[in-house]
């Protein structure tokens, strides 16, 4: 079993910054990918970024050029840095980890942080 747990969020102007940590813990357990999604109100969840085990970095066209996926593989943290934010970014930011359990894979989501961006 592995947990996920999300911090960092709050509320900001428009065209502050925040940055979004996600520390995954549990034992015996190996981290493939690890993603940021979104949910605004009314809203279907959104993929947001992927940082792949290979070391690759993806993103949705919406947060191009203004959200910086990270990951720290020592402290299995993900991270994602947010600048320039829009009222548009308001939503529930979730981490998702994908971990292989013995020759099993399985996701695992957190609770998430909120951000809201105030115009």
């Known amino acids: 079993q592995v947990q996920v747990v999300e911090s960092g969020g709050g509320l900001v102007q428009a065209g502050g910054s925040l940055r979004l940590s996600c520390a995954a813990s549990?034992?015996?357990?190996?981290?493939?990918?690890m993603d940021w999604y979104r949910q605004a109100p009314g809203k279907r969840r959104e993929w947001v970024a992927t940082?792949?085990?290979?070391?690759?970095?993806n993103y949705a066209d919406s947060v191009k050029g203004r959200f910086t996926i990270s990951r720290d593989s020592a402290k299995n943290t993900l991270y994602l840095q947010i600048n320039s934010l829009k009222p548009e970014d308001t939503a529930v930011y979730y981490c998702?980890?994908?971990?292989?359990?013995?020759?099993?894979?399985?996701?695992?989501w957190g609770q998430g942080t909120q951000v809201t961006v105030s115009s």
């Open positions: 998702r980890v994908v971990a292989l359990i013995g020759t099993s894979t399985y996701q695992y």
């Open positions: 940082s792949t085990s290979g070391g690759n970095r």
């Open positions: 549990g034992s015996h357990f190996t981290i493939n990918d």
